[in-house]
């Protein structure tokens, strides 16, 4: 397969100055007509007018009017072109009935629906697909659809067709279109200059009832993005659409967002808290792209991270400032090194920017999304919030209606605070997690602290550079006063030391507070100054990591030692817990033990072959040691988080049924589910009718409510989404793959809804003992299910591929294991560019 790389760019030959479509849609055979004004690009000399286009049937083209004949091979066509502006026409058809690998024009559940980034809409007509090509697109839709959408303002419309006019110039990528029977939830929106403007979320009948928190969180999303970054809305109407079958989360299209329904659709009864927050983030997420995506797109997908990055961090700002800001940073890191960390540290490492690529759609990767907004946001440390806005006013002033890339990004940051980043660019070119090490002195009343920086060599990347980090340090007396407020270091050299002068006593640091950088930091501290700081630290992230650090090692010593669980650690959680000055969301936090993922990548950083079911038991015995230590307060602590009164999905009641539902699990290990049961009979929204499921799941007591649960919800796709995948996710590791080979055969599973697929296969990989069973079971159930899917969805397949990319952590069993169903995998006739671009990174 060919290879595509950043230093090979060129512009492409001509500029497209006006884009009109008809579509005559039909299941089967869709007519797609399209008329292109192209002009000759005064900047390119050598022009060679290609036109991308895959999968279609070219029924007839035309250059000003005059038929001609294109050479047409798999993935365009080419044509000799007149030396001046010249109207291209051609009619294609397609077949959205037969596109299950849901890019291009596709249907679901009867419903046309599109979805183009990143190069989908070569599969709906011929034309110039990629993102720095920007036209104006007229867009004509015929069809018996009740309704018939497209990007821009509404035209005419009438009996069998609808015209949408987008005024704002845009890559192909962002083109939409649906059409179907669907049923929608309006409101309005008056912009800060007075421009009023329609909202819509359409939904399939029946959905109506799961709109109106989306709708809420996208005004929010509105207001908050006129307040803090200065930034309208540009066009009349603004629709939101929800799709049953899509392989990510929600899509950007200008002035019609297409979002995955599990994304936007939201009851008391059906959504958990984290649906909703997640909700409320990814429609703010889409919202916010219209200005950091859309209106200023990239010039390339290896600048993708310029969209996404920024994007990423603006919904983290957006979420922080809704809800809680603490806890959201400790949600955010939690997720970084769940998902980030392992990708940054194994084969499939590569730069926030990366430099080649053979099939862009799976550089869609928690590097470029949360790396590249961790980017930002040491950014933003380093220059201040004062400069960094005055930055993105000139980005929005300078770019506006560009494709551009990182060096634009960087020179705005230059020219407006006058720093040089030269070094701050090693962020966006170096892959791999540096290690920051650190050791202090104390001597004559000044304190000392040395950093010392060091990447681990990552594929193709040998040699790293120092980076630029910022740390953001605070100091404590032993007694818990803070003599140093949070102050930043800017860290650049490969070693570095900062002395702080006058005091009396040595100090107590806090290191990395709020996670000021994405490194993984090390530093020997006593079981005792991190109890310390679980107590007093002032800043809530480095409390929390405290924390998460003593659980960790107790952890580990549990698993290599056989030790017994920490009892220093073991008493600080109890006095935390029983903290009724403490907020509930954080003591939850606190409370949920870290991943065993992450505890057998802490093992293998310390040279240590983690073992899958030592590590499992070692979770289990610390859970029912903490259980048993408490057991005496965990009805009154039980009792103290449960919520009255009617539902509401806010920061502040989410907190209560997160610590709810930590609380609920310790107590089913000592009542025998009691209180589980009774909360699952007497529940009035899904939050905790899924958190006292997960308990009596996970006790092995929830046969008969996991049959109510089905019998009370089949008929909903979304808690149905839960009703598989809490199966796999609370089996007991021996029964885990068996339990999910068993759901792949329930009527209601299918392997073409990419929702449905990940809800049972995304529980397995992460199910951590269960997947890595030292029979394979696991692995092979994954492998066979990745082959089937293949030639159906091959994004959503590659995609999958990554629950093998920790593979070399393990034991040489496991890893011969693993290695022979990734080379299954490889080895499958017909597989995808984009899986076998996958397996082949993992293997190698
Ligand atoms: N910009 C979008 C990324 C995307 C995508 C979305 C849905 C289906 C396939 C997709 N390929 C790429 C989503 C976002 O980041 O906002
Ligand atoms: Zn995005």
Redesign the pocket.
Known sequence: PETFYLKDYTPFGYVVERVELVFRLSPEATRVLSKIRFAPNPDVSDREFFLHGEKLKLISAQIDGAEVAPNVTDTGLSCEVPDTPFTWEAEVEINPKANTA??GLYMSNGMYCT?C??E?FRKITYYPDRPDVMSTFNVRIEGDEKVMLSNGNPGESGEGFAEWHDPWPKPAYLFALVAGDLLNHPDRFTTRSGKDVELNIWVRPGDEGKCAFGMEALKKSMTWDEEVYGREYDLDVFNIVAVDD???????NKGLN?F?SSCVLASPETSTDANFERIEA?IA??YF?NWT?NRITCRDWFQLCL??GL??YRDAQFTADMRSAPVKRIEDVIELRARQFPEDNGPLAHPVRPEAFQEI?NF?TATV?EKGAEVIGMLKRLVGDEAYYKALDLYFNRHDGQACTIEDWIKVFEDSTGRDLAQFKNWYSQAGTPRLSVDESFEDGTYTLTFRQKTPPTPGQDHKDPKVIPIAVGLLTPTGDEVLPTTVLEMTEAEQSFSFEGFKTRPIPSILRDFSAPVILTRDSSAKERAFLLAHDTDPFTRWEAGRELAKASRIAMVIDGASPDSNYLEALQSLVRDDHLDPAFRALVLAPPTESEIAQALADQGVTPDPDAIHDAAETFAQTLAQSLSDSLPRLFAATLVDGAYVPDAKGAGLRALNGRILGLLTRIDGGEAATKQFETANNMTVQNSALACLLKAEKGDAQSQAFFEQWQDDRLVMDKWFGLQVATARPERAPAIAQSLTEHPLFTIKNPNRFRAVMGALAMNHAGFHQADGSGYRLLADQLIALDPLNP?TTARMCSAFQTWKRYDAGRQDKIRAELKRIKATEGLSRDTNEMVSRILD
């Open positions: 849901l890019e979805q980034e990143a989908g899509f392989n990510m989360g929600a899509m950007e297409i995955n990814i997420h889409e792209h995506g969209k996404e994007t990423v759609n869609y999304y994004q």
